[in-house]
């Protein structure tokens, strides 16, 4: 979990620093393709070292999403509206993590494969964001046509 908060930190910091030259919707699917990499690297990793390392690797993906998710709500919502969409996402991300904490901690398997569902998890999100993007800009597309 420190390699994991250590690469989100440097993650963030880097992002900071030097901003990448993508859309947050497109940094958002990088990210949570990478968190996934790095979490599935990690449950296959038989030791110690490549284990940190490829937590490292997941913290470095995770840090950049979250400001991108918040550039992302703050630049499709409304003023008005900003505060309640902000609140309802924290809402439902701290109830999701809780859930998630809730059937990890009674289902009777062991922690490679929770790391690995949580990994397909990961990836599925990336995909199904990407394949998302990929239609809002042909739609975008053909109404500016």
Known sequence: MTCF???ATA????LARRPVP??????AAL?????GIGLAGAAAATSVIPAGAFFLLAGLGDGPLLGATFHVRA???TPRDRAQV???GAALKISAA???AAVAGSVPVSPMILLVGIAITQGAAALLLWLMLRHVGS???VAAD
């Open 5 to 7: 908060a250590v690469g």
């Open 11 to 14: 993650g963030a910091l880097g």
């Open 22 to 27: 993508i859309a947050p919707q497109w940094l």
């Open 31 to 35: 990210s949570l393709l990478i968190t």
């Open 75 to 77: 630049t499709h919502t």
């Open 86 to 88: 902000f609140t309802t």
């Open 98 to 100: 809780a859930l998630g």
């Open 139 to 141: 739609v975008t597309k």
